[in-house]
């Protein structure tokens, strides 16, 4: 069990935790979440020791391992496989000791101990998730010095996750990783046998590999049981009922400021109005903690062309002489909405790089709109930055003829403030680095933007943000990103590249997700069984009992709702919250979180009456 208590910490005179309390049982799976620089990381360094606390304490019990990413990515001529067997240090000293050990009963207990944990499957244990993070067995016998950061950072979360700790403390994992490793390190951590914290802003992996949410916010921490759905459905609920204390806290303060302004210099009501005076001081400020402000993105709309504004018949391209994609066959309208799917190293990056002009088309015919512009966003070129001048010189570079006060607008309209407009690019953090690298690539009205891995350094608000700018802009969009979230509901098209082309991918993302899920486990040695007979029509009295199934349910769904905004409107009103209305309040919350609860059910049952009626449609 993690006990932290009461604990407290600043960084040059700003305070990051005051008085902040959790408890984190033994084999939980936790998501730690708060707005960026409210020290997320930090509470991760003061859990290793790495910084001593001012006041409070943090325990964890005897001899319990910690384990998270080295900073440095593992640069070196041992194999991959070999640096991940070198993480699980005990095992590494029992198997050096076994070359030397010369005493018969050192021998025997050294044995016993490898045995105990299970020293002799390491390799295929190494292996394993070696393969999950993207290496193939080829590329676990090179040495890490053969591959760049990016990849040896996955080297780096290979060894970490092989060793096993007590206590996992993963600060962004996915942001070394494409969708497929994502998806598999999901996977990997629901079923870790012990406790993990996840720094992360991807809503993905804090709904399908987290239990429960830390939430780090007004320098205090708070637990919340279930995935982050749920946490952001009480945290809204939350909102609302201190908007409404604070709302009627004001209502009463402005009540006796009023009595006091009227009757304090009047003889026969100065002691009530003194009473009033300390009644105001004494009234302790009831703060609505509010959601970050959604910093936005604004990006502007092109003209409309005729389609297809891409047509590409026979295309190959590559690097070189070498032919990396061939048989190409694609088009691509102004309102498209694409995301490229495939393992790191099939030609996602190629692909996107044809399109925008960066690689020559090597045999086929590719044919554009005369007047296509196309922005690109990738990920190096937040790094390729001028990072000793501010977002300002980088427009006035851009935009020469335009005012300050039109860069500056246009900073603002992608979340950057007075501030930060002025202050280099060096000193910025990567989520503003990123806001300005759009704001660049977008700056020209493209009718097509690429957009590889744009979330990596935005949180989970700045995601929601660039969501809604995608949503209404009026451009194409080719999307590269290991966010499952951003992609279900960002793109309408996938296309799957492997095996040297690039095919639409006729499923859903989680069918590509079960397929990635399944791809690794091992095939089945039984005979394959007959294929199922057609199931029958059904008939006409069963479609008529399907779709009576459908109506109830939604009749159901429909009444619940009702209720739902009734005890919504009912929670927003400032009188419930008297202090002699403390029992009625209880009541009322009570009977919303059953309603909420009973909505969850009601949409399961009608969502299965719905798939129940499709499939006998089908059938007929």
């Known amino acids: 069990m993690l006990r932290i208590q009461d604990i407290v910490y600043a960084v040059e005179g700003r305070p ?57 990515a593992p640069s070196s001529d041992v194999s991959l496989v070999d640096t991940v067997l070198a993480a699980d240090i005990e095992r590494t000293e029992l198997m050096a000791e076994s070359e030397t050990a010369q005493d018969p009963t050192r021998i025997a207990e050294i044995q016993t101990r490898l045995v105990d944990i299970d020293a002799w499957s390491a390799e295929a244990r190494a292996s394993s998730i070696l393969k999950g993070l993207g290496f193939d067995d080829e590329d676990q016998k090179r040495p890490c010095s053969d591959f760049s950061g990016g990849w040896r950072m996955r080297v780096a979360l290979a060894a970490v996750l092989f060793s096993q700790p007590d206590l996992l403390l993963l600060d962004e994992p996915t942001n070394y990783l494409d969708l497929e490793g994502a998806l598999w390190l999901e996977s990997y951590l629901a079923k870790y046998p012990h406790t993990v914290i996840i720094i992360s802003h991807d809503r993905g992996l804090l709904n399908r590999a987290v239990g429960s949410i830390l939430h780090l916010e007004d320098r205090k921490l708070t637990f919340y049981q279930g995935p982050y759905d749920q946490f952001a459905r009480q945290r809204a609920e939350r909102l609302a009922q201190a908007d409404a204390m604070s709302k009627k806290q004001d209502a009463r303060r402005a009540h006796l400021q009023s009595y006091v302004d009227r009757f304090r210099y009047k003889a026969d009501k ?5 009473s009033r005076l300390k009644a105001l001081a004494r009234m302790q400020p009831i703060t609505s903690p509010q959601e970050a402000a959604l910093r936005s993105f604004t990006f502007p709309n092109p003209e409309e062309l005729s389609p297809p504004i891409i047509n590409l018949e026979g295309g190959v391209t590559g690097y070189g002489e070498v032919e990396v994609l061939g048989k190409l066959n694609l088009r691509i309208d102004q309102d498209d909405r694409i995301a490229l799917l495939g393992k790191n190293g099939q030609g996602k990056s190629t692909l996107s790089k044809l399109l925008s002009d960066r690689l020559p088309l090597m045999a086929g015919k590719m044919t554009k709109s005369s007047k296509l512009r196309i922005g690109f966003f990738a990920q190096h070129q937040v790094d390729e930055l001028y990072v000793d001048e501010t977002p300002l010189e980088h427009l006035r570079r851009l935009r020469p003829a335009e005012t300050p006060a039109r860069w500056r607008s246009r900073l603002a309209g992608f979340g950057l403030n007075a501030d930060q ?47 809604e700018a995608l949503t209404q802009y009026s451009g194409a969009v080719i999307l590269v990103t290991h966010d499952m979230h951003l992609l279900s509901l960002v793109a309408d098209h996938l296309w799957l590249v492997s095996d040297g082309t690039v095919k639409p991918f006729d499923d859903d993302l989680e069918a590509y997700r079960s397929l990635l899920l399944a791809r690794d486990k091992p095939k089945s040695k039984a005979k394959t069984k007959a294929a199922p007979a057609k199931p029958k029509r059904p008939s006409r009295d069963a479609m008529l009992v399907l779709r009576a199934e459908v109506r109830k349910c939604e009749e159901r769904l429909e009444k619940l709702t009702d209720m739902h905004d009734k005890l919504s409107v009912k929670l927003a009103d400032p009188t419930l919250y008297d202090d002699s209305k403390a029992s009625d309040l209880e009541v009322w919350n009570r009977k919303f979180a059953e309603v909420v609860d009973a909505m969850e059910r009601a949409e399961t049952l009608w969502v299965a009456a719905q798939d129940k009626l499709d499939l006998a449609e089908t059938a007929r």
Do not use: C, W, Y
């Open 16 to 72: 990051l935790f005051e008085g902040a309390s959790a408890t984190i049982p033994d084999g939980h799976k936790v998501g730690l979440v708060g707005r960026n620089g409210t020290g997320k990381t930090t509470l991760f360094r003061l859990i290793r020791g790495e910084l001593a606390l001012e006041s409070g304490d943090i325990a964890l019990p005897k001899r319990a391992r910690i384990g998270g990413i080295a900073q440095e």
């Open 270 to 274: 100065a002691k009530q109005a003194q």
């Open 421 to 467: 407009a002025t202050t280099t690019v060096g000193r910025l953090s990567g989520g503003q680095k990123a806001r300005l690298s759009l704001l660049i690539a977008t700056i020209d009205a493209p009718h097509m933007l690429i957009l590889d891995e744009p979330t990596n350094h935005l949180d989970i608000e700045s995601r929601e943000a660039l969501v």
